[in-house]
């Protein structure tokens, strides 16, 4: 495999690395984390506003890589995860997602945590069926 390749089995696992040892894949790469707390019975309601709302703005965004929602439906805390090419991209898809995020936010009567960090390792394996 090529360094910095994406390896994709036969069973739907993707896997990358790099295998020559340097940088491994996702170094260098920028990420927005962001939370907050729902009542467990509204997770689902979010997950589903977020994926018809959110997810067509973020994926048209110059610098989009990658978008993960994570929800603890015993204690309500949800986290959504997106991941850019530059730092610049990251801060510039903020102001076309801001005013979505603020208002899911309002409707559910909490604050987003909004939190930006720099991908040091990624290794990301997707099982076979659940791509969208």
């Known amino acids: 495999m090529a360094p910095g390749s994406v ?28 939370s907050t707390r729902r009542p467990p019975d509204r997770v689902d309601e979010l997950q589903r506003e977020v994926q018809a709302r959110v997810v067509p703005i ?3 965004q110059k610098g989009f890589r990658s978008v993960v929602q994570a929800v603890n439906r015993q204690n309500g805390k949800v986290l959504a995860g997106s991941s850019w090419d530059t730092a610049a991209d990251r801060e510039a898809s903020h102001a076309a997602l801001a005013p979505i995020r603020e208002e899911l936010m309002a409707t559910a009567g909490s604050s987003p945590q909004v939190e930006n960090y720099d991908v040091v390792f990624a290794d990301v394996r997707v099982a076979a069926g659940a791509r969208s």
């Open 7 to 34: 390896a994709i089995g036969g069973d739907g696992d993707v896997s990358a690395r790099d295998p020559s040892g340097g940088k491994p894949e996702g170094a260098g790469t920028f990420a927005r984390i962001v």
């Open 58 to 60: 973020i994926t048209n």
